[in-house]
């Protein structure tokens, strides 16, 4: 099993900037890609954005150029660094990682960024 841990969520102006990181703990030998998603209020969950094991991103459309993933597999943290933040960002960010075994994904519990002025 794999435990993942969110920080760096809460409130910031438009325009502003915010870093998540996210934390793997327990059987991390196990963990392959890693990404975040995020539920604003009322609508489902998407995917905003994902990092392969070897470091290679991928965005959502909505935050390219804005959005930077990274991870540092030594620290076994993902982190994504968020810049030009809008009122549509607000939501609840959710770290994931794959199973590099059996494809099983593991969600962390989640922190929540408001963008507001």
């Known amino acids: 099993q794999v435990q993942l841990l969110e920080s760096g969520g809460g409130l910031v102006q438009p325009g502003g900037s915010l870093r998540l990181s996210c934390a793997a703990s327990?059987?991390?030998?196990?963990?392959?890609?890693m990404g975040w998603y995020r539920q604003p209020p009322g609508k489902q969950r998407e995917s905003v954005a994902g990092i392969t094991r070897d470091g290679r991103p991928d965005y959502a459309d909505s935050v390219k150029g804005r959005f930077t993933i990274s991870r540092d597999n030594a620290k076994k943290t993902v982190y994504l660094q968020m810049n030009g933040l809008k009122p549509e960002d607000t939501a609840v960010y959710f770290c994931?990682?794959?199973?590099?075994?059996?494809?099983?994904?593991?969600w962390g519990k989640g922190t929540l960024v408001t963008v507001s002025s």
């Open positions: 994931n990682a794959e199973d590099l075994y059996n494809g099983a994904h593991y």
């Open positions: 327990g059987s991390t030998v196990r963990v392959n890609a």
